[in-house]
């Protein structure tokens, strides 16, 4: 019979000269690790991105000032949010923050935070600093459009009914500080009245007089 024909069982005859070798599936590529520290650093950066947000967005509220020096900022941000006789009660009122008046720079957070940390400060009985260094001058309060200090000035002519009296438009002109008369953390005191006896708003103190001073 010829080679070709299928054997009586159904199987195909074999090949002259033995079985034939199956042949062989590839190989796989060995697999390669993946490398996780790109995703791990990605990570990292993003929570230090939110965390900075977060951290400068607390910075800049009066809350910040004293969660950790709680003397001598206390007693101001207390009478920030709690005492309506203070001005910075009223600016609190206005949305008006602490940062806004008193600018951030780094060099003088850096020079706050050492005379803290050295306890190099004093206080008096109503817990506020004895030894101020700003002052709020027409400059202050008049930047960023806060206030316009020409319409000060026509708020208060007359003063009191009488006539060329204008706290604001003395005859010392306006060298003297806001901050002379406008006590924005504690009591303010008409100032002009160290030597005159003009009006008094209400809530606000009589200073000493020159003559009782002498």
Same mark, same amino acid.
């Given at each position: 019979?010829?080679?070709?024909?299928?054997?009586?069982?159904?199987?195909?005859?074999?090949?002259?000269?033995?079985?034939?070798?199956?042949?062989?599936?590839?190989?796989?590529?060995?697999?390669?690790?993946?490398?996780?520290?790109?995703?791990?650093?990605?990570?990292?950066?993003?929570?230090?991105?939110?965390?900075?947000?977060?951290?400068?967005?607390?910075?800049?509220?009066?809350?910040?000032?004293?969660?950790?020096?709680?003397?001598?900022?206390?007693?101001?941000?207390? /009478?920030?949010?709690? %005492?309506? !006789?203070?001005?910075?009660?009223? @600016? *609190?009122?206005?949305?008006?923050? #602490?940062?806004? =008046? +008193?600018?951030?720079?780094?060099?003088?957070?850096?020079?706050?935070?050492?005379?803290?940390?050295?306890?190099?400060?004093?206080?008096?009985?109503?817990?506020?600093?004895?030894?101020?260094?700003?002052?709020?001058?027409?400059?202050?309060?008049?930047?960023?459009?806060?206030?316009?200090?020409?319409?000060?000035?026509?708020?208060?002519?007359?003063?009191?009914?009488?006539?060329?009296?204008?706290?604001?438009?003395?005859?010392? /002109?306006?060298?003297? %500080?806001? !901050?002379?008369?406008?006590?924005? @953390? *504690?009591?303010?005191?008409?100032? #002009?009245?160290? =030597? +005159?006896?003009?009006?008094?708003?209400?809530?606000?103190?009589?200073?000493?007089?020159?003559?009782?001073?002498?």
């Amino acid at each position: 019979m010829q080679q070709d024909e299928i054997m009586r069982d159904g199987s195909a005859p074999e090949p002259a000269g033995g079985t034939a070798a199956a042949p062989e599936a590839p190989s796989a590529a060995p697999k390669r690790p993946r490398r996780k520290w790109p995703i791990a650093v990605a990570v990292v950066a993003a929570v230090l991105v939110v965390a900075g947000a977060g951290f400068w967005t607390w910075h800049e509220q009066p809350s910040f000032c004293n969660a950790i020096c709680h003397s001598p900022m206390d007693a101001y941000v207390e /009478g920030y949010y709690q %005492d309506a !006789s203070l001005s910075a009660n009223a @600016h *609190q009122a206005a949305n008006v923050t #602490c940062l806004q =008046c +008193h600018e951030a720079k780094i060099e003088d957070q850096v020079h706050e935070g050492l005379v803290w940390l050295s306890g190099d400060f004093e206080t008096g009985k109503d817990g506020l600093l004895t030894t101020v260094g700003v002052r709020s001058d027409e400059k202050m309060c008049t930047a960023n459009g806060c206030h316009d200090f020409d319409e000060v000035v026509a708020a208060t002519e007359n003063w009191g009914g009488q006539e060329g009296v204008n706290p604001h438009e003395s005859h010392q /002109g306006r060298a003297i %500080d806001c !901050s002379n008369c406008h006590g924005v @953390h *504690q009591q303010s005191v008409m100032y #002009c009245n160290t =030597c +005159h006896d003009y009006e008094v708003p209400e809530g606000w103190a009589q200073p000493q007089r020159a003559a009782d001073a002498s």
